[in-house]
Nanobody
């Protein structure tokens, strides 16, 4: 069992930066691939980024590539999403997710545990 708690969301102006954190509890974190997803207002939840258990493999949605960076610290049981050059269209609830597998995955169906989400609002 893995429990996930996101933090770091908030209101930021376009062009600004935020760093989201996801603290995980559970002894399987270090062997779990992790992902970030987001759900804009009135839309479906979409993939943002994923990272393998070791941090050696990552993948990003085209819409965030070059602006967002996913990373993890297994010693702290935490995964991060550094978001730079934020745009109003990045406004969404951001969710952290964990897999019962070590490799990356873009699909929601590949994740077994989810956090409650943190709101990110980017003003123009």
């Amino acid at each position: 069992q893995v429990q996930l708690v996101e933090s770091g969301g908030g209101l930021v102006q376009a062009g600004g930066s935020l760093r989201l954190s996801c603290a995980a509890s559970g002894r399987t974190f270090s062997s779990s691939a992790m992902g970030w997803f987001r759900q804009p207002p009135g839309k479906d939840r979409d993939f943002v980024a994923t990272i393998s258990w070791s941090g050696g493999s990552t993948a990003y949605a085209d819409s965030v590539k070059g602006r967002f960076t996913i990373s993890r610290d297994n010693a702290k049981n935490t995964v991060y999403l550094q978001m730079n050059s934020l745009k109003p269209e990045d406004t969404a609830i951001y969710y952290c997710a964990a897999r019962q597998a070590s490799n990356t995955r873009r699909s929601e169906s590949g994740y077994d545990y989810w956090g409650q989400g943190t709101q990110v609002t980017v003003s123009s």
